[in-house]
């Protein structure tokens, strides 16, 4: 067997799930690297992309032989915001580790693993956490077409008393592919020229610079454009602001300053935004402070301006209103477009940042469901065990069978929905109704996958996402909402 076109992989839209002995990671590193390895052989055989004569593993159709390969783990944080623990956090290092076993097997120039986490994240704790560090080092040791674990940031930052501190320009641009899409990006519709985009804890005229009628720029890692393959490792959970972060969501990280990020819109619904529902005059108060202290051009200011937004928390917590901002609800209509865009550079994008008319790179999804994360995700997740593992080639696929997984009605997923639609440099060629989810019992319909559940109980779904579960699967004890934990930043 020949390696699969790009066309044909990157537009199938078979998902194939498998289900492990147990709910939870095997013991000890070699044995949840053994269990990966053996689920990810059964998911690619499946979905062919393995050449049984070849002896190249289980992306010997997928990755070519002298090719480059970048693995995009989800590694978003080093610890937990809530009491939940690194298992529904972060991809498994177990997957991660087989993945990268596999990929070498096919006969790589190299093989990468990098992301881009949260600014606040301390990169060398969560490998260590991970137990990746030493093995990184290792394998590098005795396999020169390894390259180590890379942080794609530019900025870090930490936070002191509630004020964000940042340290820029940790690399050079130079090592970042500059694209802008102009017109064509998705988040042209709801471009209004009043510098209406935010991201959390960041100064909006850095954005509204990025981000302008008829400009839309994104800057992604050179060695993800330059890339022949991805490898796609998402963690499956809920998320606060997207409602799901899988295939789509995962690909926030391959972008190096999240200030070309746009999360939400100013104000509430009832004012043209999508912060939030409604109109509430607190919430636009908060607003206008949020931004008096992300331009604060001193930590003094900074730290005087989040003092005064405290009192106005408090206020909303004993009238009974939800004091969650930043787009935390499923009328966010910001977040999915941005992460189409990018899914949309990763498939089409060349190295000069444009946008070829043809898929440029092999991209496969191989999904980490056996602890999932629920609740407030994407940071503060509570376990969810479910003993998955799941993968496509296609992350529209991908994620309209996640979804419906953690028990959401897909429909009411815009980031789920909207990557099916029609529009320049499509992600599919098809509709959901063509989705295909296979297993050890045959072919099914992916709009079936209803009939069996792969949770142990009722999913606890964030605060401001509980409209969008399948009927009948509302239940669990729901997380107290909190106010924006900014020093986490919490809405990544």
């Given at each position: 067997m020949t390696t699969r076109a790009i066309d044909d992989l990157c537009f199938d839209l078979r998902v194939t799930l498998v289900e492990l002995p147990r709910r939870e990671y095997a013991e000890g590193d070699d044995a949840a690297e053994a269990q990966a390895t053996q689920a990810l052989n059964s998911?690619?055989?499946?979905?062919?992309?393995?050449?049984?004569?070849?002896?190249?593993?289980?992306?010997?159709?997928?990755?070519?032989?002298?090719?480059?390969?970048?693995?995009?783990?989800?590694?978003?944080?080093?610890?937990n915001q809530g009491p939940g623990g690194m298992l529904p956090l972060v991809t498994h290092q177990s997957l991660i580790r087989a993945t990268v076993a596999e990929a070498l097997r096919a006969g790589p120039s190299e093989v990468l693993v990098g992301d881009a986490?949260?600014?606040?994240?301390?990169?060398?704790?969560?490998?260590?956490?991970?137990?990746?560090?030493?093995?990184?080092?290792?394998?590098?040791?005795?396999?020169?077409?390894?390259?180590?674990?890379?942080?794609?940031?530019?900025?870090?930052?930490?936070?002191v008393v509630g004020v964000r501190v940042a340290a820029e320009n940790r690399q050079s641009e130079d090592r970042f592919v500059l694209f802008d899409l102009n017109g064509e990006s998705l988040l042209e519709p709801i471009t209004d020229g009043q510098d209406s985009f935010r991201v959390t804890c960041y100064d909006p005229r850095i954005l509204a610079r990025t981000h302008a009628p008829g400009r839309h720029?994104?800057?992604?890692?050179?060695?993800?454009?330059?890339?022949?393959?991805?490898?796609?490792?998402?963690?499956?959970?809920?998320?606060?602001?997207?409602?799901?972060?899988?295939?789509?969501?995962?690909?926030?990280?391959?972008?190096?300053?999240?200030?070309?990020?746009?999360?939400?819109?100013?104000?509430?619904?009832?004012?043209?935004?999508?912060?939030?529902?409604?109109?509430?005059?607190?919430?636009?108060?908060?607003?206008?402070?949020?931004?008096?202290?992300?331009?604060?051009?001193?930590?003094?200011?900074?730290?005087?301006?989040?003092?005064?937004?405290?009192?106005?928390?408090?206020?909303?917590?004993?009238?009974?209103?939800?004091?969650?901002?930043?787009?935390?609800?499923?009328?966010?209509?910001?977040?999915?477009?941005?992460?189409?865009?990018?899914?949309?550079?990763?498939?089409?994008?060349?190295?000069?940042?444009?946008?070829?008319?043809?898929?440029?790179?092999?991209?496969?999804?191989?999904?980490?469901?056996?602890?999932?994360?629920?609740?407030?995700?994407?940071?503060?997740?509570?376990?969810?065990p479910m003993g998955l593992m799941f993968a496509g080639s296609n992350p529209a696929a991908v994620d309209?069978?996640?979804?419906?997984?953690?028990?959401?009605?897909?429909?009411k997923i815009p980031i789920a929905r909207e990557a099916f639609g029609d529009f320049r440099w499509p992600l599919v060629s098809s509709s959901h109704t063509d989705?295909?989810?296979?297993?050890?019992?045959?072919?099914?319909?992916?709009?079936?996958?209803t009939t069996k559940s792969f949770a142990t109980g009722p999913i606890i779904y964030p605060a401001g996402w509980r409209d969008a579960a399948r009927d009948g699967n509302l239940g669990g004890e729901y997380p107290a909402e909190a106010p924006s934990n900014r020093s986490a930043e919490s809405l990544y």
């Open positions: 998911l690619a055989g499946q979905l062919d992309w393995i050449d049984e004569t070849s002896g190249r593993g289980a992306f010997a159709r997928v990755i070519p032989q002298g090719s480059r390969v970048l693995v995009k783990p989800n590694l978003v944080m080093h610890e986490p949260i600014q606040g994240c301390d990169f060398a704790e969560l490998l260590k956490r991970m137990r990746l560090d030493a093995w990184a080092e290792e394998l590098k040791a005795r396999e020169p077409r390894f390259k180590g674990v890379r942080d794609f940031r530019r900025t870090t930052s930490v936070f720029q994104y800057l992604v890692a050179r060695e993800v454009i330059e890339a022949d393959c991805i490898v796609n490792l998402p963690k499956l959970k809920t998320h606060k602001k997207a409602g799901i972060t899988c295939a789509l969501k995962n690909l926030i990280g391959i972008n190096g300053n999240k200030e070309y990020l746009p999360h939400h819109r100013l104000g509430g619904a009832a004012r043209g935004g999508d912060c939030y529902a409604g109109g509430s005059r607190i919430k636009s108060t908060l607003e206008f402070i949020a931004d008096r202290q992300n331009k604060s051009g001193s930590f003094a200011r900074a730290k005087i301006w989040r003092g005064l937004s405290l009192p106005l928390f408090r206020a909303l917590r004993m009238i009974g209103e939800s004091p969650n901002l930043e787009g935390s609800w499923s009328g966010n209509d910001t977040i999915w477009r941005t992460c189409l865009d990018l899914n949309r550079i990763l498939l089409y994008g060349r190295a000069d940042g444009t946008l070829a008319d043809e898929p440029q790179r092999r991209v496969v999804h191989v999904v980490d469901a056996v602890v999932s994360g629920q609740g407030d995700g994407p940071l503060a997740p509570q376990p969810l309209w069978v996640g979804a419906q997984l953690l028990g959401y009605e897909p429909a989705v295909r989810v296979l297993g050890e019992s045959g072919e099914d319909v992916a709009n079936e996958l």
